[in-house]
């Protein structure tokens, strides 16, 4: 009984120590996914504006605004340079879904006039640039978005918010995921004049805002 009794506890802690040995393993296995996760997720990917154009940024009043009870609209023409980097060596991204879309202040300009290219897949190291344009009219805009481009204008800057959004699929280790991503860019230019558009070539990096 004794010898039985021995075995017995002999083969528990065999087993004991085997379960302790994948649990350790496991446990470090699953530490390292996590933080290797939080170092190469997408929210460490910013977009970035190269450069832009602004043709053209300005008030048009309707002809029978005699006695200004009719708002103005606002016309826009913006070209922009976006670079999407994969700077890591091993982390593959896939662009699900791509949005741009303008504003000036919270007034929505319009998204893009041209589709992007999605779906798409990135490979390490690599870069993607978009040239996404921007025409169009917002009628009836509100008089203090009206007042504040008459005050910009007449200062010598305006500025233009160009708002990415992205739609990520990833995978890092054993963590496969898809995300969704918003970045806003901010850009500023002189006052475009007629047939005299203006360049913005500082280059500037997109902050993720969701």
């Known amino acids: 009984m004794g010898d039985e009794l021995k075995e017995c506890f002999q083969g528990c802690k065999a087993c004991f120590q085997v379960a302790w040995h994948c649990t350790q393993f496991w446990t470090t296995l699953s530490i390292s996914t996590i933080v290797i996760w939080l170092i190469y997720r997408p929210q460490h990917f910013h977009p970035s504006v190269d450069s832009a154009i602004l043709y053209t940024l300005n008030l048009t009043t309707p002809a029978n605004n005699t006695v200004g009870q009719l708002q103005p609209s606002l016309r826009?023409?913006?070209?922009?340079?976006?670079?999407?980097?994969?700077?890591?060596?091993?982390?593959?991204?896939?662009?699900?879904d791509i949005g741009t879309t303008a504003f000036y202040g919270d007034t929505r300009l319009g998204p893009s006039n041209d589709a992007l290219p999605a779906p798409f897949r990135q490979e390490p190291k690599n870069t993607t640039v978009l040239h996404p344009t921007f025409q169009g009219t917002v009628a009836a805009v509100e008089s203090s978005v009206a007042a504040e481009l008459e005050r910009e204008l007449a200062a010598g800057t305006v500025h233009v918010r160009v708002s990415i959004s992205l739609t990520i699929k990833y995978k890092v280790g054993l963590i496969k995921e898809i995300s969704f991503y918003k970045y806003d860019c901010w850009l500023w230019f002189p006052p475009p004049q007629v047939n005299a558009p203006t360049i913005f070539d500082a280059g500037t990096r997109c902050w993720l805002a969701k």
Request: charged share 25%; no cysteine.
């Open 76 to 96: 826009y023409d913006l070209a922009v340079d976006v670079s999407l980097r994969n700077s890591h060596r091993g982390l593959k991204i896939q662009y699900l």
